[in-house]
T-cell receptor, first 110, second 113 residues
Framework: GENVEQHPSTLSVQEGDSAVIKCTYSDSASNYFPWYKQELGKRPQLIIDIRSNVGEKKDQRIAVTLNKTAKHFSLHITETQPEDSAVYFCAASGNNRLAFGKGNQVVVIP | GAGVSQSPRYKVAKRGQDVALRCDPISGHVSLFWYQQALGQGPEFLTYFQNEAQLDKSGLPSDRFFAERPEGSVSTLKIQRTQQEDSAVYLC???????????FGPGTRLTVL
């Protein structure tokens, strides 16, 4: 089955700086890659997703890039704000089931 | 509109008890998924439904776990003879179609003593 890995596990950034989280996946058949944000005790919420026919997607301060050859995809958050502090999960899907990474704790320091 | 809802939000069970967790998906969503999330980990896939059909249950950890969605809407995840290792948050998600955005419920936190 699909195996998704995330790096780094914890990321601290100064407010206003950029944060980058990288994920790798194992199944070349995967074609849908969502990113979820989960605050403590809350449900995961989709922040951006990308499909395998696209290399990059942007939504305001958030962007995702996908490299199918290398089987990795990254989340970029620019101009970070304290409310960006949360756990971020990447996921990959190719057979209708999502495989999640273990998550990255992002801490934005005011 | 109303999002995905789950009940109960918290459940404490004694080891060996049976529990039933309920999920109400977003109205009109065809696909429904169950995940198990251990503390500090990402959600782990358990099973999914397309309408009332359970198309993949390969993630269920043992035959003590059973899920159903008899009318293609509300779903129930049942765990028989609960064990301590079953303690986790059980998340339900629904989507309009397969391989589309999944909307998660708030989860049920199960603690087995």
């Amino acid at each position: 089955g699909e195996n998704v890995e995330q790096h780094p596990s914890t990321l601290s950034v100064q407010e206003g700086d950029s944060a980058v989280i990288k994920c790798t996946y194992s199944d070349s058949a995967s074609n849908y890659f969502p990113w979820y944000k989960q605050e403590l005790g809350k449900r995961p919420q989709l922040i951006i997703d990308i499909r395998s026919n696209v290399g990059e997607k942007k939504d305001q301060r958030i962007a995702v890039t996908l490299n199918k050859t290398a089987k990795h995809f990254s989340l970029h958050i620019t101009e970070t704000q304290p409310e960006d502090s949360a756990v971020y999960f990447c996921a990959a899907s190719g057979n209708n089931r999502l495989a999640f990474g273990k998550g990255n704790q992002v801490v934005v320091i005011p | 509109g109303a999002g995905v809802s789950q009940s109960p939000r918290y459940k404490v069970a004694k080891r060996g008890q049976d529990v039933a967790l309920r999920c109400d998906p977003i109205s009109g969503h065809v696909s429904l998924f169950w995940y198990q999330q251990a503390l500090g980990q990402g959600p782990e896939f358990l099973t999914y439904f397309q309408n009332e059909a359970q198309l993949d249950k390969s993630g269920l950890p043992s035959d003590r776990f059973f899920a159903e969605r008899p009318e293609g809407s509300v779903s129930t995840l049942k765990i028989q003879r609960t064990q301590q290792e079953d303690s986790a948050v059980y998340l339900c998600a629904s989507s309009l179609e397969l391989n589309h955005e999944q909307f998660f419920g708030p989860g049920t936190r199960l603690t087995v003593l």
